[in-house]
Nanobody
């Protein structure tokens, strides 16, 4: 069983930045594709971005492309979500998710494709 733990959320003013971290208990986290999702109150959980096992492939939803960046540090078993130019509409609980894959380039924006989820971290952006 793989456990994921997000951290780094908080309160920030519009235009500010936050960096979320997702630490995995997996022995080799590099064998996992990782995604970030978010859920605002009363809304469905939406895809934010994802990174492949190799780290060479990333994919973002249109609303965050150019502002958010996903990266991974294999030595630390950690995937990061750097969020810049934050907007009030970015306010949500952010979740990381992972799935063990055999293809280094695999990437998915579908929440159903992930097997492991963290508990989430709250991001609040004030206007």
């Amino acid at each position: 069983q793989v456990q994921l733990a997000e951290s780094g959320g908080g309160l920030v003013q519009a235009g500010g930045s936050l960096r979320l971290s997702c630490v995995s208990s997996a022995r080799t986290f590099t064998a996992y594709a990782t995604g970030w999702f978010r859920q605002a109150p009363g809304e469905e959980r939406d895809f934010v971005g994802a990174i492949s096992w190799s780290g060479r492939n990333t994919h973002y939803t249109d609303s965050v492309r150019g502002r958010f960046t996903i990266s991974r540090d294999s030595a630390k078993n950690t995937v990061y979500l750097q969020m810049n130019s934050l907007k009030p509409e970015d306010k949500a609980v952010y979740y990381c998710a992972a799935v063990r894959v055999a293809t280094y380039s695999y990437i998915s924006d579908n929440s159903a494709g992930y097997d492991y989820w963290g508990q989430g971290t709250q991001v609040t952006v004030s206007s």
